[in-house]
């Protein structure tokens, strides 16, 4: 992946605007399709899916939202600059470590701008499949009744900067009590609801 000018200069802490051309809606859909093909392909696999042997055996598929091509957005960005690494809770005592990354700035339907916190995982960074990737976990009105009450996780690639809230899902916790999830953050809960991504249709 080609890293541009702008990530050379993150020090600086300046508000910075993604490169990204916004796709056609066609290639979004696309996309956002073979996406959703690929969770429920996971969530149906033995050995994959955090389903237990009785709910995988009733899956049939995920319920999303209706694709929403206001929820693909080209964010602008600022570097957390002097960020800490610091130990994320979890619904367990495990304690992953992560440090703020950015600050993502993103317009909602509403016509308002917000903004999220992503977070670059210690542990990834000698990955090299995923020395770019940050996490977003999130909380927004839909939480407790259309999707997941613990909020829900979406990635975005550092050097591209797409938020696409389409490919929100949950975390595995919320088909398993045997998983450990970071909890989201009290800064990246929205009072706006998010409707794109992952429904959740089990107990909240």
């Not at 993604?18 to 399709?33: G, H, L, M, N, T």
């Not at 929403?68 to 979890?90: H, I, L």
């Not at 899902?169 to 450990?180: I, L, T, V």
Request: charged fraction near 20%; glycine fraction near 6%; aromatic fraction near 16%.
């Amino acid at each position: 992946m080609t890293r541009n000018l702008l990530f050379f200069l993150l020090g600086l802490g300046f508000f910075a605007a993604s490169a990204q051309e916004i796709p056609s809606r066609r290639a979004i859909k696309k996309d956002v399709q073979a996406w959703q093909k690929d969770q429920n392909q996971h969530m149906s696999t033995l050995g994959e899916s955090p389903l237990d042997s009785a709910a995988l055996a009733q899956f049939k598929r995920l319920p999303f939202y209706p694709i929403n091509y206001g929820a693909y957005q080209a964010v602008k960005w600022e570097r957390c600059a002097d960020s800490a690494w610091f130990e994320m809770p979890t619904t367990t005592a495990r304690k992953p470590i992560y440090r703020k990354y950015a600050t993502l700035y993103f317009t909602h339907s509403d016509g308002q701008t917000y903004s999220l916190i992503a977070y670059q995982s210690q542990a990834l960074l000698d990955k090299e499949e995923y020395e770019n990737y940050l996490f977003v976990p999130f909380g927004d009105a839909t939480n407790g009744s259309d999707t997941y009450g613990g909020g829900r996780y979406v990635e975005v690639t550092r050097g591209e900067w797409i938020l696409d809230f389409n490919k929100a899902y949950n975390p595995y916790c919320a088909y398993s009590g045997r998983y450990s999830c970071p909890k989201v953050p009290l800064e990246n809960i929205l009072s706006i609801p998010i409707l794109a991504g992952t429904k959740y249709a089990g107990q909240h």
